[in-house]
């Protein structure tokens, strides 16, 4: 089910402009709304210069209090609405930032869990780590034009127009300086899109490298490596700041402009008002006005040229999002519906055959090609493997992954409490995690930690041990109950009698379902139904543990060895 109701199409994901404009779209009430909140609000700054200039001309001028009196409780008046106006346009405009920034997040996150395991094959992970830090804010931001951005065009219109009566050669310095500031800020803008991009992309570059240099810190300190790659980091990390004083630079620019250009603007303006004030073209009141509404004029200039920049940014970060959504998964478009339950895996690869509600343990001398074998069979890798007689490959990703679940040591444990690590994508039952707890002889992990089930685990299970995290591991694995299991080395950083507890507790747990490990262990092969004997990564022999152990002399000395250096363990 899609985490949003109207997801955008293929026709939305394929530019950043109609990405952005998707995002104004989705919400038309809410942007109708702000863009009427943002027209108001701009309307409304356009009449306290028109007061002032009423309360100078009736009331100062002519000595007259009571019309200056009613003047200026209009103009407090006016001030109370716009305030309220101004509440309620920021507060709108709030909402449909965090709006398109959830709407983002959801489509991405969405898409890359549609991705499954080809995501980490076709995009690092800095560059997710970047979209979901920088990039989805800078989008949300360009969202304020819808506002104040339509606001700030029809103010422009109303303030010419009401200039147009003082003064239609002031009308005319408007009407014509607007334009003249959008072509001298045009060529940064697309100076701010061509650096940000290049900067853009050097930051997915070294994010992905800090996360893996994150990632390996504990191999990094045992072979001493650690300060090489600091260095190497160091140094892209220096490319990156030059890259992004280049950035700096065009949209400092921008943003001086945003502030200088119109002031500048309002200078001459009122410097043309004040000459015709003094030649009487005007009145004093008129003038106040003219300085007035020049003033307030600064405010849809400045929004023109923050907005622009805003939309420039949003746009590089919009395409390196319309990038990752860009990303097919590798499944097929026609996908055909599961085999019935109880059916048959077979990998032609390697000979190896799963069958139905049987315990399958896979043995090779080198611990990859049982691994490779229990990948193809899960779907990780691109193969011929049928299932019930179709081919793997042509299954939905999402009927695959709900009935086979592969389980290896380098699955990763979120941080969390131990109660949602264990229940994963499904509803917690204390009462089944510890049933899970106890099959993989996990229970007293849980009773060491404060809190029980609630305890937290940090991220990638750090607070524990490698054995530890592998049963916890197992036990998310056997509380998700899947119709076939597939676990590479459930069983290797246990000491044997904790290994020969598992294999008792997960044959009973799993009896009827279909389960299939890689091992070389003595203890849990003993408790397999079938054994598959790997050389060279094909099929050598099959046959019961002990039937093997009599007839073929390569599998006796690979479990006897295993035997020997895994007491204790």
């Not at 020049?294 to 200039?301: G, H, K, N, Q, S």
């Amino acid at each position: 089910m899609p985490l949003i109701a109207d997801p955008p199409g293929p026709r939305e994901r394929s530019s950043p402009n109609r990405f952005l404009l998707w995002l104004v779209i989705s919400q038309p009430r809410r942007v109708l709304l702000g863009a009427t909140l943002g027209t108001l609000w701009m309307v409304a700054l356009t009449i306290p210069p028109y007061l002032l200039s009423r309360a100078i001309d009736d009331g100062l001028a002519e000595n007259d209090l009571a019309a200056l009196t009613g003047w200026v409780a209009a103009l407090f008046g006016i001030g109370v609405v716009n305030a309220a106006l101004s509440i309620a346009r920021h507060r709108t405009m709030s909402k449909i930032r965090m709006e398109a920034s959830f709407r983002t997040v959801s489509t991405t996150v969405e898409h890359c869990v549609r991705l499954g395991a080809d995501l980490s094959r076709r995009i690092s992970t800095g560059e997710i780590v970047a979209i979901g830090s920088g990039d989805v804010q800078v989008i949300a931001q360009s969202l304020t034009v819808t506002g104040p951005g339509i606001g700030a065009a029809v103010g422009y219109v109303v303030i010419a127009v009401v200039m147009f009566s003082i003064s239609p050669l002031l009308a005319v310095v408007v009407l014509a300086g607007v334009p003249t500031l959008a072509l001298t800020v045009g060529p940064l803008l697309h100076r701010i899109e061509r650096a940000g991009a290049g900067h853009r992309a050097q930051q997915g570059t070294l994010t992905t490298r800090l996360v893996d240099v994150l990632n390996g810190l504990q191999v990094l300190n045992g072979l001493g490596g650690k300060s090489v790659y600091a260095a190497r980091y160091h140094r892209d990390s220096q490319t990156l700041v030059t890259q992004g004083y280049r950035v700096g630079v065009v949209t400092s620019w921008v943003d001086a402009l945003a502030i200088g250009l119109p002031a500048a603007f309002l200078a001459v303006v009122t410097w043309l008002g004040a000459r015709m004030a003094a030649e009487g073209s005007i009145s004093v009141g008129g003038l106040v006005a003219v300085y007035g509404y020049t003033a307030i004029l600064v405010v849809p200039v400045s929004f023109f040229i923050e907005g622009a920049g805003d939309i420039a940014r949003a746009r590089v970060a919009a395409r390196r999002v319309t990038q990752l959504l860009s990303i097919s998964p590798e499944s097929p478009t026609d996908a055909v519906d599961a085999p019935a339950a109880a059916s048959m895996l077979r990998d032609p690869v390697s000979g190896v055959e799963v069958r139905p509600g049987l315990s399958t343990a896979l043995v090779s001398e080198r611990p990859a090609d049982s691994a490779a074998v229990i990948d193809r069979l899960g779907g990780f890798t691109k193969s011929d493997v049928t299932w019930g007689g179709i081919r793997l490959d042509a299954v939905s990703a999402e009927q695959l992954r709900s009935r086979i679940l592969v389980a290896d040591n380098d699955a990763h444990l979120f941080t969390g409490s131990v109660r949602d690590v264990i229940a994963g994508r499904h509803e917690p039952d204390d009462a089944r995690i510890l049933d899970a707890l106890h099959t993989a002889v996990a229970a007293d992990v849980v009773d060491a930690m404060p809190g029980g089930l609630a305890a937290t685990i940090t991220a990638r299970g750090h607070n524990l041990s490698g054995g530890q995290r592998q049963r916890l591991r197992l036990a998310r694995a056997v509380y998700a109950d899947p119709e076939i299991l597939l676990a590479v080395e459930p069983t290797s950083a246990v000491d044997a009698h904790t290994e020969a507890t598992i294999a008792t507790r997960l044959r009973d747990a799993r009896r009827g379902r279909t389960t299939a490990v890689s091992t070389t262990s003595p203890l849990v092969l003993d408790h397999a139904d079938t054994v598959v004997y790997l050389v060279d990564g094909v099929v050598a022999a099959t046959g019961a543990h002990h039937e093997l152990l009599r007839t073929e002399p390569g599998y006796r000395a690979l479990v006897s060895r295993d035997a020997d250096e895994g007491v204790p363990r």
